[in-house]
Every structure is written in C-alpha cells, then in structure tokens.
C-alpha cells in the first residue's frame, strides 16, 4: 500500500507540526540520551542513529554535546569546539539525512554535576554549593566565566549550523548548569546573575538569545525543569516565567524535563507510571501562549503511540518526547504507524543497559534490544526474508524462554535458523513474567508478550508445558540451553511457620484473593536482594495482584485502549499523591512485611537508578530492612535473630526464603553425556553477576553465533 493511502491510526501524533522553520511529519521525537559512543566510531554511531532515523522519528534530539570541557559530564562526552568532533558528526548528520529523518545536537553544561576526574577541572556553578550528585564542591562562576560560558553555548549552534544539524536543543534541565542558575538551591548569589527569581533566570534567557542569533534560521529547542522535585528549588510560577522568558529570547519550542538526578522523587524509573508529569507540561503550554505560539514536548516515561496520542488529545503537549523506547525498538513510530503496534518491544524502565551506564563510561545499549548501539556488527538483515519463514535454514533448539532464551530463539531465526523453543511453564517470559507481577514493572509482562508475537512471525516453534529431555533434543543441530535458575536453598534449625521459596510466593500472589497469603499476614523474607524488595513490593501493595480478566502477570488478557487508559491514570495518581505531588490518602500496606540480610546493603545488586528509589518505595510502604542479621532459628512464631547486639523475634505466619539462586543446570549434564552440541548461556551457565542485561546479551550473541556457525557446516 502506497504510504498516502495507508489508514491514519493515530491521528493527533500523525498531524504534522512545525518547530520553528522546520516542519515534522508528524509529533514523536526521539529524545536525547546520552551513549556513551560519542567519543568513539563515528560510524557505528552514525548506524545507531540512521536505524531510529528509518524507523520514523520525526525528529532525533543527540545526547548532550558539551560547549566546553569544564562542562562535560563525563569523559565520555564530545565537546563541540574540540578536534575531531565536527568531522565525526558530519558522518552522523550525512547517514541520518540519507535515512530520511532529521537530527538536532543538545547543547550541554553539566555544571555542578561534572567531576574533576573526568578532564582534571574543577566543576563550575553559579555558587559554591556541594553537589550529591558528583559528591564534589564546584568553584562559582565570576563575571567573565559567565560571559565565555555564553559565548560557548553561542560558538557550539554556529558549529552545529555548519555541520548540518537541523536544530539545536539547549539542555536547561535535570539540573544541569542553567537549571542550576534557575533555582535558588544552587543559586545564592546576589548581582546581575541572581537574587531574586528574575535575576536567576538571567543567564539561561542570555543563552537561549545568543544561540538564537548563532544559529541561523535553524529551530532553538530549549528544554527546561518544568518540576526540579527538590525541597526549596523553583515553584510552578518561577519555571511558567522561565518558559516566556525563553520563549521571549528566540525558542521554538520547549521541552519540559522533570526533576534533578539530586531529586529523592523517581522520574524515569520503572515504578513511574505512563505519561506520569504531563500535567506539567500542560500548565507551561498554557502559561506561554500569550509569549508566542510554540509547541510545547511532554517527555518521561511515555513509551507507546496510543499513550502519546492519548497526551495529545489531552492537550497536554503538542509534541511528545520518547528516548529509551528508541532503545528497545528503534522501529517504533514505523511498525505502529503500519497498524503493526502488537510488535513493538516496549521500553521496560530498567535503566540498566542504558541510564545506569550513561553515569559511568560503559556505552550504552538495551537491556530487551541488546543490538542497539552494534548495529553495525548485528546488521538488521534478516536471513529469514530471503529463506522465507521456517523454511531450509539449520535446525536450531533453545531450551527455556526466560530473557536469554526468548532472545537467543530470536536472534537464532532471525539469522535464518529454524528454531524449536522448549519452555516447561505454560507460556514464555520466565523471570520476567515474576517481574511484571509487581507495582510499576507491567512492562516486563508486556515485553514477554510481544516476544511472543515476534517469535511466531519468525517462525519459531513454540511447546509449552512440558521440559525438554534429551531425547527431544537429540535431532536437532545444536542445543541453546537457557534453563535459567532456581531459588538456593536456605537451611535453618527449626521450623513451624510455613516455609517457601520466592518462586512459590510469587505464585501464590497470582492466585485470585491470594489465599495462602492472605491480607494482613506477617511475612518473614529471608534475604534482601534485588528479588527481596520486589516481592516485599508485591506484598505491601495496594491492589490486587490477579483480579477477574486477568492472567497470572496482572496483564489483561483481552486489553483495550480504553481500560490501558483507565489503568494507567490509576497509577498515575497513586504515585503523585505517594510522593506529595497531589492531595490524596496514602493506603495502608495489606501484610506486614520484614526482609533482612547477613550483610550489605537492601537491593544490592539493583542497578544505581532503580535501587534507591525501590527500596524507598519499599519503606514508605512499611516494610521493615534488616542487614548485619545473624540467624538463629525458625520458630513456631517467626524467625529468630541477632541483630545489633541482641537477639529478637521476627513474628512471622510466612517465611520466604530469597536468598540468591543456582544454576538450572541438569540438562546441560545430560546432553554433554550424550555427546549433543550445546552451547549453555544465562542462569544456566552462572548466577555470578547475572542480570537481565547480561542474559539478553548472551542469548543474542548465542542465538546468532550457532545459527551462522550451523549453516557454515550445514
């Protein structure tokens, strides 16, 4: 079907809108997201972005691009007036322009949050506050820093003009250098650059004017805290005035950013609901229709076209920003666009491949889409469409679909193997169908779902509900074993309590009224990790964990936009009154719930953006975190322990023992007795260090080696 003639599905995102001199095509950009790459292969950084530029963003916005080097946020950063950074992006530039799409370079000044250890520069701000974030006390910025930091930002747009872009973005967000100037937290002067709220927002008004004159006819995007969720920073009237006065200096348009990485209230992790701060967003878009006519971006945590149709029509926005969901499907807009929606690998707010890794120096990926960021050495050329499905390729057998098996099943077909998928539950997911039982993790439910659909339209054969045994293997060309793990067994003295495994609670959570762990139970979690605080979540939790219609991951088995909507403004305003950001009653937990550790900290071993805010989460809701615990016994009552110098009972009617996991490893040991090739990857092969990251990566890497090495020897 000529694309003219195909059916408009979304018609608010598909109306096109202007952004200065520049027209969209339609109203979902690709936000900005640094990658830890910039300093690296122009050309495998041209192929990350050529790939979301062909799968139809309108508009893709670079990770930031410091003006200076005292600037930058990491020694990972380019900076745009050094050597090699202009030659570097015009690859960039030149590949996304050959894909079809457009591309704006982010102007950027960390600020207080750059560190001495990444160019030996003392950070610079607007006074000299201490930074949580760097754990660093930067130098404030005289007179004439002020004026060559504005001539910087003015320097890098007539770079960027002269390299191609196609806009400018000026970050004045997340608490950044001109965010920092904008909040009387961090801006204690008194002079022209601070004082009062008018002075404050001096400089970023300063900036924003003279990148205008720099950047030609060029769009100027300047995004901008529309909440800092820091205790004394910029209330809603300061940061409405910020938003005219920018506007008033020469901006195209605004992008509302949330919150500083200081901020104690979560902005972009998983437990943040869909679509969560676009009220924000529409109480500035109100408050700057008097200074002009310009499109106001709504961004955070938005991660489907019906959800960012939904903020349109809302009017909440008039152009919705999404970073990560270009991670997990760089194809996003396209196949949903196609009516193809059902496909698309959703963004699950892990932030471990990405986020996580943006604060150090590992490059960035995706913890579901491990080929973002190695397009060039995973090119999308399906071995498939030119076989055709299922057929004369090797036969190829992975055993367990949990994440490194699903992913290793399609990694295998896609480069052309005929591909059996064994999983001994009654439907694919594995760990991750545990995940998307608790509050805030759906997505992880979703992500396991749309593997599905993307399995069978590869051809891929799936059986269910029984384990694969050796004898089922043994015609196959090679055997992927991704059998996973199970929970380590825990031996303490004792007994009377009933006495589980993690495994075993979360199912019996799934079941309707949870009978076996009913509403008000004393539950006992031995253990403390990452899997510990989320059932500590699941437990405390509000709402029912299975109710009528749906299936055992709390995703509705006959969903419907109108009921994703309704679920997800639920949500919504839960979190924001959790978090004091609207009036409401907090529920009470429904169990009283303990976890403990022999040693180390509550969620070790969560990635550094989810753990804080997890266990927080926890303790608001009343759970009760014990480490440095020595255990003595089970009793009739609970579990007794030692803890900070005296012993205690934890009265308990559940135990649950969450203490780390082994290997699934049995059928790896029979079918090296039997001689059958294999390859082991995941939990399967080990549990030190495993993560979700770790087995999508192995299963994609698996799953295209042994295919690729069985056709060679075919």
């Given at each position: 079907?000529?694309?003219?003639?195909?059916?408009?599905?979304?018609?608010?995102?598909?109306?096109?809108?202007?952004v200065?001199?520049?027209?969209?095509?339609?109203?979902?950009?690709?936000?900005?997201?640094?990658?830890?790459?910039?300093?690296?292969?122009?050309?495998?950084?041209?192929?990350?972005?050529?790939?979301?530029?062909r799968?139809?963003?309108?508009?893709?916005?670079?990770?930031?691009?410091?003006?200076?080097?005292?600037?930058?946020?990491?020694?990972?950063?380019?900076?745009?007036?050094?050597?090699?950074?202009?030659?570097?992006?015009?690859?960039?530039?030149?590949?996304?322009?050959?894909?079809?799409?457009?591309?704006?370079?982010?102007?950027?000044?960390?600020?207080?949050?750059?560190?001495?250890?990444?160019?030996?520069?003392?950070?610079?701000?607007?006074?000299?506050?201490?930074?949580?974030?760097?754990?660093?006390?930067?130098?404030?910025?005289?007179?004439?820093?002020?004026?060559a930091?504005?001539?910087?930002?003015?320097?890098?747009?007539?770079?960027?003009?002269?390299?191609?872009?196609?806009?400018?973005?000026?970050?004045?967000?997340?608490?950044?250098?001109?965010?920092?100037?904008?909040?009387?937290?961090?801006?204690l002067?008194?002079?022209?650059?601070?004082?009062?709220?008018?002075?404050?927002?001096?400089?970023?008004?300063?900036?924003?004017?003279?990148v205008?004159?720099?950047?030609?006819?060029?769009?100027?995007?300047?995004?901008?805290?529309?909440?800092d969720?820091?205790?004394?920073?910029?209330?809603?009237?300061?940061?409405?005035?910020l938003?005219?006065?920018?506007?008033?200096?020469?901006?195209?348009?605004?992008?509302?950013?949330?919150?500083?990485?200081?901020?104690?209230?979560?902005?972009?992790?998983?437990?943040?609901?869909h679509?969560?701060?676009?009220?924000?967003?529409?109480?500035?878009?109100?408050?700057?229709?008097?200074?002009?006519?310009?499109?106001?971006?709504?961004?955070?945590?938005?991660?489907?076209?019906?959800?960012?149709?939904?903020?349109?029509?809302?009017?909440?926005?008039?152009?919705?920003?999404?970073?990560?969901?270009?991670?997990?499907?760089?194809?996003?807009?396209?196949?949903?666009?196609?009516?193809?929606?059902?496909?698309?690998?959703?963004?699950?707010?892990?932030?471990?491949?990405?986020?996580?890794?943006?604060?150090?120096?590992?490059?960035?990926?995706?913890?579901?889409n491990?080929?973002?960021?190695?397009?060039?050495?995973?090119?999308?050329?399906?071995?498939?469409?030119?076989?055709?499905?299922?057929?004369?390729g090797?036969?190829?057998?992975?055993?367990?679909?949990?994440?490194?098996?699903?992913?290793?099943?399609?990694?295998?077909?896609?480069?052309?193997?005929?591909?059996?998928?064994?999983?001994?539950?009654?439907?694919?997911?594995?760990?991750?169908?545990?995940?998307?039982?608790?509050?805030?993790?759906?997505?992880?439910?979703?992500s396991?779902?749309?593997?599905?659909?993307?399995?069978?339209?590869?051809?891929?054969?799936?059986?269910?509900?029984?384990?694969?045994?050796?004898?089922?293997?043994?015609?196959?060309?090679?055997?992927?074993?991704?059998?996973?793990?199970?929970?380590?067994?825990?031996?303490?003295?004792?007994?009377?309590?009933?006495?589980?495994?993690?495994?075993?609670?979360?199912?019996?959570?799934?079941?309707?009224?949870?009978?076996?762990?009913?509403?008000?139970?004393r539950?006992?979690?031995?253990?403390?990790?990452?899997?510990?605080?989320?059932?500590?979540?699941?437990?405390?939790?509000?709402?029912?964990t299975?109710?009528?219609?749906?299936?055992?991951?709390?995703?509705?088995?006959?969903?419907?936009a109108?009921?994703?909507?309704?679920?997800?403004?639920?949500?919504?305003?839960?979190?924001?009154?959790?978090?004091?950001?609207?009036?409401?009653?907090?529920?009470?937990?429904?169990?009283?719930?303990?976890?403990?550790?022999?040693?180390?900290?509550?969620?070790?071993?969560?990635?550094?953006?989810?753990?804080?805010?997890?266990?927080?989460?926890?303790?608001?809701?009343?759970?009760?975190?014990?480490?440095?615990?020595?255990?003595?016994?089970?009793?009739?009552?609970?579990?007794?322990?030692?803890?900070?110098?005296?012993?205690?009972?934890?009265?308990?009617d559940v135990?649950?023992?969450?203490?780390?996991?082994?290997?699934?490893?049995?059928?790896?040991?029979?079918?090296?007795?039997?001689?059958?090739?294999?390859?082991?990857?995941?939990?399967?092969?080990?549990?030190?260090g495993?993560?979700?990251?770790?087995?999508?990566?192995?299963?994609?890497?698996?799953?295209?080696?042994?295919?690729?090495?069985?056709?060679?020897?075919?």
């Amino acid at each position: 079907m000529d694309a003219a003639a195909r059916p408009v599905r979304y018609p608010m995102v598909q109306t096109p809108v202007r952004v200065g001199a520049l027209t969209l095509p339609h109203r979902v950009v690709m936000g900005s997201m640094h990658l830890n790459r910039e300093r690296g292969d122009a050309a495998a950084l041209a192929a990350f972005y050529a790939e979301r530029a062909r799968g139809g963003a309108a508009l893709i916005v670079t990770g930031g691009a410091s003006v200076s080097r005292v600037g930058a946020g990491g020694a990972g950063y380019g900076i745009v007036r050094e050597a090699g950074f202009a030659a570097s992006w015009r690859v960039v530039v030149d590949a996304v322009h050959e894909a079809g799409g457009r591309i704006a370079l982010q102007l950027f000044h960390a600020g207080r949050y750059a560190s001495t250890s990444s160019f030996g520069l003392t950070p610079v701000a607007p006074s000299a506050v201490p930074s949580a974030f760097s754990g660093e006390t930067p130098v404030a910025l005289d007179d004439d820093g002020i004026a060559a930091t504005i001539a910087d930002f003015a320097a890098a747009a007539g770079v960027a003009v002269e390299v191609g872009f196609d806009g400018v973005e000026v970050m004045a967000s997340e608490g950044y250098l001109l965010n920092q100037f904008a909040s009387p937290v961090t801006n204690l002067r008194d002079d022209a650059w601070g004082g009062d709220a008018a002075r404050r927002r001096a400089l970023p008004v300063a900036v924003v004017r003279a990148v205008r004159g720099a950047a030609a006819d060029v769009p100027v995007i300047v995004r901008i805290s529309g909440a800092d969720l820091v205790e004394g920073s910029s209330g809603p009237d300061d940061v409405d005035a910020l938003a005219v006065a920018v506007v008033e200096a020469g901006a195209d348009a605004i992008d509302v950013g949330i919150g500083w990485h200081e901020s104690r209230v979560p902005t972009v992790q998983s437990m943040v609901p869909h679509a969560a701060f676009t009220g924000i967003a529409a109480r500035i878009r109100g408050a700057v229709r008097d200074a002009g006519v310009v499109p106001v971006i709504a961004s955070n945590r938005i991660n489907s076209l019906a959800q960012a149709e939904r903020v349109l029509a809302d009017g909440a926005a008039d152009i919705v920003s999404m970073a990560r969901p270009f991670l997990a499907d760089p194809h996003i807009v396209a196949v949903s666009f196609a009516g193809q929606a059902a496909f698309v690998n959703p963004c699950i707010g892990c932030n471990e491949a990405c986020i996580d890794r943006s604060f150090g120096v590992e490059p960035v990926s995706c913890t579901v889409n491990p080929r973002a960021g190695r397009e060039l050495e995973f090119p999308l050329v399906p071995a498939v469409a030119a076989r055709g499905v299922g057929g004369g390729g090797p036969r190829i057998a992975v055993v367990g679909a949990g994440p490194a098996g699903m992913e290793a099943a399609r990694a295998a077909a896609f480069a052309g193997a005929r591909v059996t998928l064994f999983e001994s539950a009654d439907r694919i997911g594995g760990q991750f169908l545990l995940a998307g039982a608790v509050p805030g993790k759906r997505d992880f439910a979703e992500s396991a779902v749309s593997f599905t659909r993307v399995l069978d339209r590869l051809g891929v054969e799936v059986r269910t509900g029984r384990a694969a045994t050796a004898d089922d293997l043994a015609g196959y060309a090679h055997v992927i074993v991704a059998t996973g793990v199970v929970p380590r067994r825990v031996e303490l003295p004792g007994g009377g309590p009933d006495i589980i495994d993690y495994a075993q609670a979360f199912a019996r959570l799934r079941e309707p009224g949870a009978p076996l762990l009913p509403v008000g139970a004393r539950v006992a979690v031995i253990g403390a990790g990452g899997i510990a605080v989320d059932l500590a979540h699941l437990l405390v939790d509000a709402v029912d964990t299975c109710t009528e219609g749906e299936d055992a991951a709390g995703t509705a088995r006959h969903g419907s936009a109108d009921r994703d909507a309704e679920r997800d403004g639920a949500e919504r305003d839960g979190f924001l009154v959790e978090h004091g950001l609207r009036a409401g009653v907090v529920p009470e937990p429904r169990r009283q719930v303990t976890i403990m550790r022999r040693h180390g900290r509550i969620g070790a071993g969560m990635g550094i953006t989810t753990r804080w805010a997890a266990v927080q989460a926890i303790r608001r809701r009343g759970v009760r975190t014990l480490s440095g615990v020595e255990y003595r016994r089970i009793e009739p009552d609970g579990v007794r322990i030692d803890v900070d110098g005296a012993t205690q009972l934890i009265e308990a009617d559940v135990v649950v023992i969450a203490a780390g996991q082994t290997p699934h490893a049995e059928l790896a040991a029979q079918l090296q007795e039997r001689g059958i090739p294999h390859t082991v990857i995941g939990g399967a092969r080990s549990t030190a260090g495993l993560n979700a990251v770790a087995a999508f990566e192995e299963g994609l890497r698996a799953g295209d080696a042994v295919a690729r090495a069985a056709e060679a020897s075919g």
